[in-house]
């Protein structure tokens, strides 16, 4: 079975209420292709998450950001899976390199949090990627098998989980992985899967790209064999975005 291109827009720490808005408007006036070809998750701030799932497109879906790694109760500022189901927000980033490396979340605990947002019925986009001191050293896939394994080690269930490689050294910094740079890594994670979950896993899940993605890149990049869509930063707060979303194109007409 095909695995159906993937492109999620992560709107990070931006925007006000009238931005939101409007960028809202742009994707719901955009043409793109149907939802048998192409997947559209939006991830806006906690904050805007009512109001986006309210106005949005019914095609598209909405993402939390992040939540937090167990039932609610005393933990100030945190968000519960229990809460984004509770408000039908499907789908939740975790493991994005910004909250690895500023609030200093481990492999073991990204791993706890997929597990228990898997649990509560949310989809999740799980974040793996290098540093450039890593992939400089020749660590790239050691330290993507890593945070992948902490994953595999408490999910049993891949159906609700999608893959973003996210080469930290390409994320905002206007540097892309190439195309091959990308193929090869989603490619040795596709084998990981395949040695470690299952022949099954590694042929379905989905192990999208992330790091400076603009309309520019997307085909070429989207055209990769184990490129299976994207996980937009700052390109998703643009009309950009829509190109993005057409790229999807590139795998039906393979």
């Known amino acids: 079975m095909a695995r159906k291109f993937f492109v999620g827009g992560n709107w990070k720490c931006n925007g006000t209420a009238e931005e939101v808005k409007k960028i809202v408007n742009t994707l719901n006036e955009a043409q793109v292709p149907s939802q048998d070809v192409v997947e559209v998750v939006v991830s806006p701030p906690y904050v805007f998450l009512p109001m986006v799932k309210s106005i949005l497109r019914p095609d598209f879906y909405v993402a939390a950001q992040n939540c937090w790694v167990k ?81 595999a080690d408490r999910v049993s269930n891949w159906s609700n989980v999608v893959i973003a490689y996210e080469p930290v050294w390409a994320i905002g910094t206007g540097k892309v992985a190439s195309p091959a740079q990308a193929q090869e890594v989603h490619d040795e994670l596709r084998k990981w899967l395949a040695k470690n979950v299952s022949a099954d896993v590694a042929a379905t899940t989905r192990i999208i790209y992330g790091g400076s993605v603009n309309g520019g890149n997307c085909k070429e990049l989207g055209g990769q064999a184990d490129v299976d869509g994207f996980l937009v930063g700052g390109a998703s707060l643009k009309p950009e975005f829509i190109d993005i979303i057409k790229a999807a194109e590139v795998k039906k007409s393979a």
């Open 71 to 151: 039932k609610g109760g005393a933990f100030t500022g945190e968000v519960s899976a229990e809460m984004l189901v509770n408000l039908e927000i499907p789908w939740v980033i975790l493991g994005h390199s910004e909250r690895r490396a500023l609030l200093n979340e481990t492999n073991e605990f990204v791993g706890d949090k997929v597990a228990y947002a898997l649990a509560q019925g949310l989809k999740v986009i799980a974040c793996v990627g290098e540093t450039l001191e890593q992939r400089e050293s020749g660590s790239t896939m050691d330290v993507v098998a890593a945070q992948t394994k902490a994953i």
